[in-house]
């Protein structure tokens, strides 16, 4: 069974900086060969992808993010991060951890974490 350890959300001002972090946990589970991404969904909205980072380094950010959330990973410590900077009162969501092996159906979703934007 594939185990998500997802921490760091919390209350924030705007402006303010906060860092996710995703961990994952499953006997025989490869991270490194894992996409591993952060989505979020603010209340009454659709989930949407916030950052992906391939098994290879590669990494993609939202248009809405760009410029202040870094996505990152180690795989000798099977984590993932979301660096959040200059956060936006529209960054309030739950952020949930996502990892996906590809070319297969291994595609695997943590319990998510709140950040709150507010003043």
């Known amino acids: 069974q594939v185990q998500f350890v997802e921490s760091g959300g919390g209350l924030v001002q705007p402006g303010g900086s906060l860092t996710l972090s995703c961990t994952v946990s499953a006997s025989g589970f490869r991270f490194s060969i894992y996409a591993m991404g952060w989505y979020r969904q603010a209340p009454g909205k659709q989930r949407e992808l916030v950052a992906t980072i391939t098994s290879g380094g590669n990494t993609t950010l939202a248009d809405s993010v760009k410029g202040r959330f870094t996505i990152s990973r180690d795989n000798a410590k099977d984590t993932a991060w979301l660096q959040m900077s200059d956060l936006k009162l529209e960054d309030t969501a739950v952020y949930y951890c996502?990892?996906?092996?590809?070319?297969?159906?291994?595609?695997?979703w943590g319990q998510g974490t709140q950040v709150t934007v507010s003043s």
């Open positions: 996502h990892a996906k092996r590809a070319f297969t159906f291994a595609d695997y």
